[in-house]
């Protein structure tokens, strides 16, 4: 089975603080992606990035950068956290680079900015 | 651009009620659709998709969904659902542009199954 791992289930960070989320898979896939969720919004892309130094932003990229240094590690960084960004955070990954078929994600980070 | 439009927000139904939940997109370029379910404190699933041939796909627990590139909707259907349905189902879309492939949701519908 193909597994997406987060490293934090639940995160607590101050305002203004650098924040790193990690995101590591198992499966070689080429694309990954970073998404945030919010109630009622649905799930809103980041940045994706189909490899390795490699990447594009998505719908809502500001105040996020990435990192993608090796293949199965995909890295989302807040510069200078800030309480709009507490969310659920999803990190998911899949296979080819065009098209999609199908992602498989991580349980996902819970932030709070405090 | 591409884009998922899911028209309902929350839908409450009685178990063994048939439900449809309703998804449609935009898209210039041929697409791929799925659906995705997510039970409480739980990560994504994908639940079935579209990729090519036969419109309409099924899921292993009895859901099934049609694609009609007419209307461009992909609508999610169950004709008689249980109480363990109840959770949060996005819609997505993914398209076979070469400038770099996204995965883009819907909003969610929360399907609640009472007793």
């Known amino acids: 089975d193909v597994k997406v791992t987060q490293s934090s289930r639940y995160l607590v960070k101050r305002t203004g603080e650098k924040v790193f989320l990690e995101c590591v898979q198992d499966?070689?896939?080429?694309?990954m992606f970073w998404y945030r969720q919010d109630p009622g919004l649905g799930l809103r892309l980041i940045y994706f990035s189909y490899d390795v130094k490699m990447k594009e932003k998505g719908d809502i990229p500001e105040g996020y950068s990435v990192s993608r240094e090796k293949k199965e590690r995909f890295s989302l960084i807040l510069e200078s956290a800030s309480t709009n960004q507490t969310s659920m955070y999803l990190c998911?990954?899949?296979?080819?680079?065009?098209?999609?078929?199908?992602?498989?994600f991580g349980q996902g980070t819970r932030l709070t900015v405090v | 651009a591409q884009s998922v439009t899911q028209l309902d927000s929350q839908v409450p139904v009685f178990e063994e009620a048939p439900v449809e939940l309703r998804c449609n997109y935009s898209?210039?370029?041929?697409?791929?659709l799925f659906w995705y379910v997510q039970y409480p404190n739980q990560g994504l699933q994908l639940l079935l998709k579209y990729l090519s041939g036969s419109t309409l796909v099924e899921s292993i627990n009895g859901f099934e969904a049609e694609f009609n590139k007419s209307q461009t909707s992909f609508h999610l259907r169950k004709p008689s659902v249980h109480i363990s349905d109840t959770a949060e189902y996005f819609c997505?879309?993914?398209?076979?542009?070469?400038?770099?492939?996204?995965?883009?949701f819907g909003e969610g519908t929360q399907l609640t199954v009472n007793p």
């Open positions: 997505a879309v993914s398209t076979s542009e070469t400038s770099g492939s996204r995965l883009t």
């Open positions: 998911a990954s899949s296979l080819f680079r065009v098209p999609v078929t199908e992602a498989f």
């Open positions: 499966m070689d896939h080429e694309n």
């Open positions: 898209s210039s370029v041929s697409v791929y």
